[in-house]
């Protein structure tokens, strides 16, 4: 079984920055894909962002690219998500998730993830 621990969450005035670590462990973690999702009060969960451990391809959901950077580090298992430019729009609680296989097809689906952590919650103050 992997568990995935979120930190780094919090309150943060507009324009703001925040960096959200995602801590995988398990008997053996080798999850290729992994991502953020958001889900704002009232809305469904969406995507936010995903990379590939091996070859460190990311994927960003249009509404955060050029202010969200997520990056990885495999020695500790570990995948961040660097948020600036932090609007109000962008409060929520953020999931981190990982997949269980090696192949995939749509990062952006939450159905390519097999493990979810709990979330942290991100408030951005206008």
């Known amino acids: 079984q992997v568990q995935l621990v979120e930190s780094g969450g919090g309150l943060v005035q507009a324009g703001g920055s925040l960096r959200l670590s995602c801590a995988a462990s398990?008997?053996?973690?080798?999850?290729?894909?992994m991502g953020w999702f958001r889900q704002a009060p009232g809305k469904e969960r969406e995507f936010v962002a995903a990379?590939?451990?091996?070859?460190?391809?990311?994927y960003y959901a249009n509404s955060v690219k050029g202010r969200f950077t997520i990056s990885r580090d495999n020695a500790k298992n570990t995948v961040y998500l660097q948020m600036n430019s932090l609007k109000s729009e962008d409060t929520a609680v953020y999931f981190c998730?990982?997949?269980?296989?090696?192949?995939?097809?749509?990062?952006?689906?939450?159905?390519?993830?097999?493990?979810w952590g709990q979330g942290t919650q991100v408030t951005v103050s206008s």
């Open positions: 998730a990982a997949s269980r296989g090696y192949w995939y097809r749509d990062p952006q689906s939450q159905g390519e993830y097999d493990y």
């Open positions: 398990g008997r053996t973690f080798s999850s290729v894909l």
């Open positions: 990379i590939n451990r091996s070859d460190g391809g990311t």
